[in-house]
């Protein structure tokens, strides 16, 4: 469905990412980790079209989108929930909601997209007509995901959605995440809490310095002694390749 070939970016002289290659395919939850820095947000904003590649390819359905506005990625259904949530916090959440679907005109399947986003998050159909910019955290990053998907994507990024969330929020989105899946949504998610990552995806890839030093399914590198000690022996929860040898990275990295 998605596919990424030794892509590049840079912000001026600054090489974020170098040379990254995965893809995602169809119906799969496919994770990126890695610690700070690592080129995870680059990654997806140079896919939705907000980064342009200084070089390498981004191919969607088969289609080659590297160069493609925002909107016209958007319009091809790839959907993105940044980080920091980015929500317009003088409209209400029925605004911001409705802008998620600016780009449709097919008005009855926008309402029952929103009917369904409603019934995701109940706490946002209690809050339709309040101020986004006054909801908790939590809501605000309900409102997040809930946007991005009004945009009726076929693959859905997150960003960081469990980011400052109290546990139990947490967990709901994670929930939550597997719900979207079984709707038939394809998701890319970037998220700190590695741990919890590898529990919902199917596949992850480990990113260090922009470039990828592992990749494989979510359970096997769940079992890896080396990734387990990477996260474990941390107090935060993002993983750390450093203590990973070289020679267990693939060629490529
Ligand atoms: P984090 O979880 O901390 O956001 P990340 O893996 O998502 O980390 P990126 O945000 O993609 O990492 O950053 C990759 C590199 O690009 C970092 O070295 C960062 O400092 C740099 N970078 C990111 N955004 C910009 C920007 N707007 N201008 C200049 N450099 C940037």
Known sequence: MLKVDNLEVAYGNIKAIKGITLEVNKGEIVTLIGSNGAGKSTTLRAISGLLKPRSGSITFNGERIDGVEGHEVVKKGICHSP????????????????LGAFLRNDKEEIATDLERVLTLFPRLRERIAQRAGTLSGGEQQMLAVSRALM????????DEPSMGLAPVLVDMIFETISAIRDQGIT??????????????????????????????????????????????DRKSTRLNTSHIPLSRMPSSA
């Open 83 to 98: 980080e920091g949530r980015r929500i317009f916090p003088r409209m209400t959440v029925e605004e911001n909601l409705d």
């Open 151 to 158: 945009g009726k994507p076929t693959l859905l990024m997150l």
């Open 187 to 232: 998701i890319l998610l970037i998220e700190q809490n590695a741990s919890a990552a590898l529990e919902v995806a199917d596949r992850a890839y480990v990113l260090e310095s922009g470039s990828v030093k592992m990749s494989g399914s979510a359970k096997d590198l769940r079992k890896d002694d080396q990734v387990t000690k990477a996260y474990l």
